[in-house]
Nanobody, 127 residues
């Protein structure tokens, strides 16, 4: 099982980045995929989720309207388009796979719901 993130980097506030998560070694279409970030000294925060069954999505208020998640089951890849980035978005971003749909959980899947994790990609937003 492998999840590989890419696309992180440095950007000024107001800018955009597009993260990718390439999956292999498991039945990708059966899994919901989430993006979880962690900044130094802060708890992990789920910032998006896209379900396997119907492609429904979840975003917390902190990123709603700025982040968009999508998936390509044929390419076994999930994308996270991040617009209007803010310094508070600075973190390591991980993609992760879980069997339940995103809306199984009221506030999106908690980190312990995910079975498989990538190694993470750093996103740094300067003011």
């Amino acid at each position: 099982v492998q999840l590989v993130e890419s696309g992180g980097g440095w950007v000024q506030a107001g800018g955009s980045l597009r993260l990718s998560c390439a999956a292999s070694g498991f039945t990708f279409k059966d899994y919901s995929i989430g993006w979880v970030r962690q900044a130094p000294g802060k708890e992990r925060e789920g910032v998006s989720c896209i379900s396997s069954s119907d492609g429904s999505t979840y975003y917390p208020d902190s990123v709603k309207g700025r982040f968009t998640v999508s998936r390509d089951n044929g390419e076994k890849t999930v994308f996270l388009q991040m617009n209007n980035l803010k310094p508070d978005d600075t973190a390591v971003y991980y993609c992760a796979a879980a069997l339940p749909d995103c809306d199984y959980y009221d506030l999106g899947p908690p980190h312990y719901a995910y079975d498989h994790w990538g190694q993470g990609t750093q996103v740094t937003v300067s003011s």
